[in-house]
T-cell receptor, first 115, second 112 residues
Framework: GAGVSQSPSNKVTEKGKDVELRCDPI?????LYWYRQSLGQGLEFLIY????????KSGLPSDRFSAERTGGSVSTLTIQRTQQEDSAVYLC?????????????FGPGTRLTVT | GENVEQHPSTLSVQEGDSAVIKCTYS??????FPWYKQELGKRPQLIID?????GEKKDQRIAVTLNKTAKHFSLHITETQPEDSAVYFC???????????FGPGTRLSVLP
């Protein structure tokens, strides 16, 4: 079956504009994670969904970042008034559940460049 | 919250030699430790994982060891091959936060 997909694959935007990033998890996966990866860096946790609810929003860097998930499937990450430091690859991952041992499957990422 | 450190940041080995990457974590509640391999321009992929009730796990040329008392775990790759060249990330997770905290990564280069 299809893996995790993300769109767009690349996004170039001007500073101050809003952007919306989309993640389509693997069908049936109830847990969904968003990460940010800056060039040459590790993965920074942003937010996690179990179903449609987000029990852990602790990683969102500022109130310009928000995310939602509807129907227990597609998730969107919105960044308002983008700044240059928001430039990074945004990775989404999904897993069957949030309990131990459920492997995370990563999407290909969205490369965001803020000019 | 959890903090994961990873060493070394870069590692070069000759083809056929072994490679060892070490991670330490801070939260004793963490109980699941996966390792991911990320090739250049590609997404991270799980290569092996270990739970806190196990001390060692092996899968062909890859093994992971866990020392809960010292709060560290290591990835061991034997008989390295050029296709093992990638960035490797360790991570830790607990049952409460349910999010994963990743180490900063190790860039492994296997020289032919």
């Amino acid at each position: 079956g299809a893996g995790v997909s993300q769109s767009p694959s690349n996004k170039v935007t001007e500073k101050g504009k809003d952007v919306e990033l989309r993640c389509d998890p693997i069908s049936g996966h109830t847990a969904l994670y968003w990460y940010r990866q800056s060039l040459g860096q590790g993965l920074e946790f942003l937010i996690y969904f179990q179903g449609n609810s987000a029990p852990d929003k602790s990683g969102l860097p500022s109130d310009r970042f928000s995310a939602e998930r509807t129907g227990g499937s597609v998730s969107t990450l919105t960044i308002q008034r983008t700044q240059q430091e928001d430039s990074a690859v945004y990775l989404c991952a999904s897993s069957l559940g949030s309990s131990l041992g459920y492997e995370q499957y990563f999407g290909p990422g969205t490369r965001l460049t803020v000019t | 919250g959890e903090n994961v450190e990873q060493h070394p940041s870069t590692l070069s080995v000759q083809e056929g030699d072994s490679a060892v990457i070490k991670c330490t974590y801070s939260d004793s509640a963490s109980n699941y430790f996966p390792w991911y391999k990320q090739e250049l321009g590609k997404r991270p992929q799980l290569i092996i994982d270990i739970r806190s009730n196990v001390g060692e796990k092996k899968d062909q040329r890859i093994a992971v060891t866990l020392n809960k008392t010292a709060k560290h775990f290591s990835l061991h790759i034997t008989e390295t091959q050029p296709e093992d060249s990638a960035v490797y990330f360790c991570a830790a997770r607990d049952n409460y936060g349910q999010n994963f905290v990743f180490g900063p990564g190790t860039r492994l280069s296997v020289l032919p």
